[in-house]
């Protein structure tokens, strides 16, 4: 599972190179995670560490960077105990889902059409390697399947109600001021105390977009 995680990175990015979808503004990053708070700063470490053992062919971009290295390499202030860097990618998922749809419609307008509020009411396994699911939904049945995830989820498959919960989050663009004035678009934070905050730089403008979460 953890493989098939790391290789749909660069597949988001050779479609979107592939197919001209630059309004995803889907790159790659280096990303951050600046820890504030002491215990989750060390539960941090232990997992990088259980990764280097483990799977290190996937943890090899993973960087522990303690308190006063952090503040040197990146910036930080003195409250934090230290941060995580690794390679990462960052896109907007909305422009990317609507890309895609506007270049298939585009290129199958007579055989291709959006079915919306289709509650999945069963999924079949078939005996057929193209086609190995048959999904039945209320608007019909399809053979082939892209699986929402998140909050989707639960929403879409019944029996995942209960077991997989929305997040309430908020997001906001802000003027880039100081070292970020001029950004490139190649830097994400993540800033860890009892939530986070997820600070995302964009490509060739002055906005910084946050999303602010809470457990």
């Given at each position: ?50 990764l280097w053992r483990e799977v290190s062919e996937c943890a090899k971009n993973l960087i522990i960077w303690y308190a006063k290295e952090a503040r040197e390499k990146f910036g930080a ?139």
């Amino acid at each position: 599972m953890l493989h098939f995680q790391f290789r749909h990175l660069p597949t988001i990015l050779e479609l979107v190179k592939t197919e001209g979808l630059e309004e995803a503004e889907a790159r790659e990053v280096e990303m951050m995670d600046l820890f504030t708070e002491e215990t989750m700063w060390n539960q941090a470490q232990s997992m990088v560490q259980e990764l280097w053992r483990e799977v290190s062919e996937c943890a090899k971009n993973l960087i522990i960077w303690y308190a006063k290295e952090a503040r040197e390499k990146f910036g930080a202030s003195d409250h934090g105990y230290g941060a995580i860097s690794s390679r990462a990618r960052a896109m907007w998922p909305y422009q990317l889902v609507t890309s895609i749809y506007k270049a298939l419609q585009s290129r199958y307008q007579a055989s291709f059409s959006i079915e919306t509020s289709a509650m999945v009411q069963e999924i079949h396994v078939e005996n057929s390697d193209p086609t190995p699911y048959l999904v039945c939904t209320s608007r019909g049945n399809a053979t082939h399947a892209v699986h929402a995830t998140d909050v989707y989820a639960s929403n879409s498959i019944p029996g995942l109600k209960g077991k997989i919960f929305p997040v309430h989050a908020h997001m906001s663009a802000q003027a880039a001021e100081g070292p970020s004035e001029n950004p490139s678009g190649s830097r994400s934070w993540t800033i860890g105390k009892k939530g986070y905050e997820y600070i995302t730089q964009r490509s060739g403008s002055l906005q910084v977009r946050w999303r602010n979460y809470a457990r």
